[in-house]
């Protein structure tokens, strides 16, 4: 079992940045796979950004540029720097865990807001 915990969300301006956290645990985070995926309004949950344990990662082509993810391992967290936010960025943002390459686990999300 793990739990997340995301932290970092709010409202920003366009061209603002926010960088979200996401703490986990309940497992050895070295062997967790983390990524981060977003809902925005009417639309369903999409992909934003994935690290493996190994640090490989892999960001949705659209948001290449602007957005990185990293994690830190001694502190068991997963974090997404956003940078140049725009009002389509807003959503809410989820955490996402997977072990063992199959059981996936979810945050309750954090809602980020870009408006003027």
């Known amino acids: 079992q793990v739990q997340l915990v995301e932290s970092g969300g709010g409202s920003v301006q366009p061209g603002g940045s926010l960088r979200l956290s996401c703490g986990a645990s309940?497992?050895?985070?070295?062997?967790?796979?983390m990524g981060w995926h977003r809902r925005t309004p009417g639309k369903t949950r999409e992909f934003v950004a994935h690290?493996?344990?190994?640090?490989?990662?892999t960001i949705t082509e659209s948001l290449k540029g602007r957005f990185t993810v990293s994690r830190d391992n001694a502190k068991k967290t997963v974090y997404l720097q956003m940078n140049n936010l725009k009002p389509e960025d807003t959503a809410v943002y989820y955490c996402?865990?997977?072990?063992?390459?199959?059981?996936?686990?979810w945050g309750q999300g954090t809602q980020v807001t870009v408006s003027s």
């Open positions: 996402r865990a997977v072990v063992n390459t199959s059981v996936v686990y």
């Open positions: 309940g497992s050895d985070f070295r062997f967790i796979n």
């Open positions: 690290i493996t344990s190994g640090g490989t990662i």
